[in-house]
T-cell receptor
Framework: TQLLEQSPQFLSIQEGENLTVYCNSS?????LQWYRQEPGEGPVLLVT?????EVKKLKRLTFQFGDARKDSSLHITAAQPGDTGLYLCAGVKNAGNMLTFGGGTRLMVKP | DTAVSQTPKYLVTQMGNDKSIKCEQNLGHDTMYWYKQDSKKFLKIMFS???????INETVPNRFSPKSPDKAHLNLHINSLELGDSAVYFCASSQDSGGGNEQFFGPGTRLTVL
C-alpha cells in the first residue's frame, strides 16, 4: 500500500476536455508538491502547496490542498496535447526533505 | 546549461556485473538524492546526501553504495547486479535538506540487467 494514492492511474481524453486528478492519503503532510514527467526525462516541479485549503493556479492548471492536508487535486481546464505526461504528487512529512511520491497519473490528450 | 546531469543515459549489462552511475549538479545545492523508478513508474527514494554526508538511507540492499566526493557529485555504484535492479535511476538535488524544497531531477539512467 502506497502512502499517497493517485487516481486515476490512466486517463485518455480529447483536446479541450477538462479533467481532475486526485492524490489521497490517510497521513498529514506539511507540504505537497505536484510534478510532471515527460517520457525520457526527469520530473519537473509544477507547484508546492503548504496551507490546508490552499488553491494555486498555473495557467490552465488549478491545484488544491485539502483542508486537513491529507489530500490534493489537480484540475486541468481545456486540456491540450502538450499536457500529456505523467503527473506525480509528492508529500513531505514533518522535518527533512524526504519526498514520498504517489504512483502517478498517466495523462494522454489526443488532438 | 544542464542543471542536473547523469551518465550514462542507458546501461545494459549482465547479471552479476558491477556498474556505476554518475551524477553532477551545477546549481550549488547542498542536498542530492538517488531515486529508483520501476516499470510501473513508481518513484522511490533510495539515498539522500547533504554536504557529502548521508542523511537518508531507505531500505536498499547493501549492493548499492552511494559516494559523494563533493557536494556537487553523487555517484551510485551497484555490485552484483540482479534482474530486479532493472529500472530508471534518477539523481536529484535541492537547495538544502529542509522540508518542501523543490527537487531538480536529472534525465535518468535506464538500467537493463540481462
Amino acid at each position: 500500500t502506497q502512502l499517497l494514492e493517485q487516481s486515476p492511474q490512466f486517463l485518455s481524453i480529447q483536446e479541450g476536455e477538462n479533467l481532475t486528478v486526485y492524490c489521497n492519503s490517510s497521513s498529514v503532510f506539511s507540504s505537497l508538491q505536484w510534478y510532471r514527467q515527460e517520457p525520457g526525462e526527469g520530473p519537473v516541479l509544477l507547484v508546492t502547496v503548504v496551507t490546508g485549503g490552499e488553491v494555486k493556479k498555473l495557467k490552465r492548471l488549478t491545484f488544491q490542498f485539502g483542508d486537513a492536508r491529507k489530500d490534493s487535486s489537480l484540475h486541468i481546464t481545456a486540456a491540450q496535447p502538450g499536457d500529456t505526461g505523467l503527473y506525480l504528487c509528492a508529500g513531505v512529512k514533518n522535518a527533512g526533505n524526504m519526498l514520498t511520491f504517489g504512483g502517478g497519473t498517466r495523462l494522454m490528450v489526443k488532438p | 546549461d544542464t542543471a542536473v546531469s547523469q551518465t550514462p543515459k542507458y546501461l545494459v549489462t549482465q547479471m552479476g556485473n558491477d556498474k556505476s552511475i554518475k551524477c553532477e549538479q551545477n546549481l550549488g545545492h547542498d542536498t542530492m538524492y538517488w531515486y529508483k523508478q520501476d516499470s510501473k513508474k513508481f518513484l522511490k527514494i533510495m539515498f539522500s546526501y547533504n554536504n557529502k554526508e548521508l542523511i537518508i538511507n531507505e531500505t536498499v540492499p547493501n549492493r548499492f553504495s552511494p559516494k559523494s566526493p563533493d557536494k556537487a557529485h553523487l555517484n551510485l555504484h551497484i555490485n552484483s547486479l540482479e534482474l530486479g535492479d532493472s529500472a530508471v535511476y534518477f539523481c536529484a538535488s535541492s537547495q538544502d535538506s529542509g522540508g518542501g524544497n523543490e527537487q531538480f531531477f536529472g534525465p535518468g539512467t535506464r538500467l537493463t540487467v540481462l
